[in-house]
């Protein structure tokens, strides 16, 4: 729960926060006095800003600068502006021109969707994607590559396609391969993917033995498939800071897949999320921002979009893009296209 602050205390900690947003630099009294939404003397907005860093929403640097927002206060504006910002028309144009022209392998687009929120929030984008409980098995092929080598391609309810080649001891022809491919598709099919590694072969069945070698490279293909995070922009984190150990410590966070799967999983279940410095829990990212917003197909949540940056981020512009790309995305998932 945010603490109340009359009219003009907030007017006065918007200013400051959408000033330092635009310039990086301490926000001095007089600009403040000449926001539109402020409409107070220079001496007065002085008062106010010395009552607000008593209270922990401003601070200020050194003598005589101006003021910056604190975690505190990020988190009043943060608090205050959603649900009131929305894309700007053009950038809800884009989305939808991504998105209608997106087609492929999940994995491909997943990875293109990261590149695009980076192009248009102009910071690092992270999506990640997980099979979940509710992923079912809609197709299952087995393909001859050679009388000794076959291929299991694999098809979800959420558009992942794993594939995975195996060998087997015996001559597998035409007829033998056939039976498995009968046996997997009236035994699989529609099934939930989290089973697959469960599955007991019918052993008494022609082609069991193709099918169960079938099945376990289809498992091997699950796991190494696990949670995956599609990042772009990292670049642009050096741009972002100052201090070369900030830059270092947040890109190492972004190289630990399983940090930032963890901790987008565990900031999402709530729904679209802005974390804050110190609230994302990792303490190397205490100068950063997270904005995170759940996707989901028709079978259910499937993965995190989120954004990374500065603390100082435009968050108007990053939680409707967020939003936006997560709405999109999730429609595309589940309507097709």
Known sequence: MREPLDHRKS????????????????????TIAEHPEVGVSSATVRNELHNLEADGFVAQPHTSAGRIPTQKGYRFFVDAMTGQESLSP????KVSEFFAAAHGE???????????????TGTAAVVTGEPGEAVTIRSIQLIDLHPDVLMVV???????????????ADHTDGRLLSEAQTLVNEELLGKPLTELSAWNTPNKRRGASVAAAAVQAACVAAEDAGARMYLDGA??????????????????VLEKQFVVVSLLKELVDGGLTVA??????????SECSLVVAPYRTDSGPMGAIAVLGPTRMNYAKTVSAVDEVSRQLS????EGP
Do not use: C, H, W
């Open 276 to 285: 804050i410095g110190s609230e994302t829990g990792v303490a190397t990212l």
């Open 331 to 334: 429609g595309l998932l589940t």
């Open 11 to 30: 007017a006065i900690l918007r200013a400051v926060v959408q000033q330092y947003i635009e310039t990086a630099q301490p926000v001095g009294s007089t």
């Open 235 to 252: 670049s642009s984190i050096a741009e972002s800071f100052d201090a070369t150990e900030t830059i270092q410590s947040v890109l190492a």
């Open 154 to 168: 694999l098809v979800t309810s959420s558009g992942s396609v794993l594939k995975k080649t195996f060998e087997m």
């Open 106 to 120: 999940l994995e491909v687009m997943l990875q293109e969707t990261s590149s695009f929120l980076s192009g248009l």
């Open 90 to 93: 053009s950038n809800v144009a």
